[in-house]
């Protein structure tokens, strides 16, 4: 039997990421705040853990979905974390999008107790997740990246060394800045393309396969168009995201005047209650 994985935290992605992990032969682990998420994964064969102390002692390598760096402090740091109750050699990876300085804290402290540590966040959404497709951007030692390469690429196709701890981080900020920006830009085309007459789908078929093309007008503008803001992502990760980003532009002392813009934006829509939306709701700014 190959090395188990513990899973915690089987949110919108989590959850089909470790469904992918267990269909590939690993034996899997879950734990998760609100057990009903995880009742999918252990009628099909994952073995159900009731704390992350449990889980960590039972797994030879554990990964992390969760929230917010809070989060990430918590179930890697309390007194029944991750660092204090995973045994010896164990691989520690956190998929979270999350601060570069906190998975640099977290290596260091894994270290420290004989424990191999990863930062490992991704990008894709929903679609990319359930689909086993995931960019995956890593940070740590590279003989770890080697040796979990397997393991990465039941959930991913794209699956990138970046360098030291923390390097898996700054590579998510940068897509996450690139993707802020970019969502202003597809909200307005589709915006336009209405209020000019055109047929808005139609217009798609033009502009997708073009200069133009990205990710979220092939994804998400189609959802825009049929008032579908589900979300594959959340805004009020989105903005901890663009948060974090702006926070180490600061320290590089650089400004990131469209980034700003976009989290005025998204700010707005919390104000109108839409942080449990997708980021494909910023189109109701315009309607």
């Known amino acids: 039997m190959g090395k188990s994985v513990g899973f915690i935290g089987l949110g919108v992605m989590g ?3 470790a469904g992918h992990i267990m269909n590939n032969g690993y034996p899997l682990h879950v734990f998760t705040r609100t057990k009903s998420k995880a009742d999918e994964l252990i009628e099909k064969g994952a073995s159900w853990k ?3 102390r449990g889980l960590a002692s039972e797994s030879d390598i554990i990964i992390t979905m969760v929230g917010y760096p809070r989060d990430i402090e918590e179930v890697y740091f309390s007194e029944d974390g991750i660092i204090n109750h995973a045994k010896s050699g164990s691989f520690l990876i956190d998929m979270t999008t999350s601060k570069p300085s906190l998975a640099k804290k977290i290596y260091e ?4 107790k004989a424990l191999i540590a990863i930062d490992a966040p991704v990008s894709g959404g929903d679609i990319g997740a359930k689909n086993g497709k995931l960019a995956i951007m890593a940070g740590g030692d590279k003989s770890a990246f080697d040796e979990l390469l397997p ?3 039941t959930m991913g196709e794209n699956i990138q060394y970046q360098g030291p ?3 898996g981080q700054h590579t ?7 993707i802020a920006a970019g969502m202003i830009g597809v909200a307005e085309a589709m915006v ?6 055109l047929d808005p789908e139609n217009v798609l078929k033009s ?3 073009g200069a133009a093309g990205s990710w979220s007008l092939s994804n998400l503008a189609p959802r825009m168009l049929n008032g579908d803001f589900e979300p594959g992502f959340y805004i009020k990760h989105f903005l901890k995201d663009i948060g974090i980003a702006l926070e180490e532009a600061e320290l590089m002392g650089e400004k990131m005047p469209g980034l700003e813009l976009a989290e005025s934006l998204y700010q707005k829509l919390v104000e109108l209650g839409e942080e449990n939306s997708g980021t494909q709701a910023i189109y109701k700014l315009w309607k």
């Open 15 to 17: 959850n089909s990421m």
């Open 50 to 52: 009731s704390s992350v």
């Open 109 to 112: 402290e894994a270290k420290s």
């Open 151 to 153: 393991l990465f690429q």
């Open 165 to 167: 701890a923390g390097s």
């Open 172 to 178: 998510k900020m940068c897509n996450q800045i690139a």
């Open 192 to 197: 336009y393309a209405e209020k000019s007459g």
């Open 207 to 209: 502009i997708t396969t």
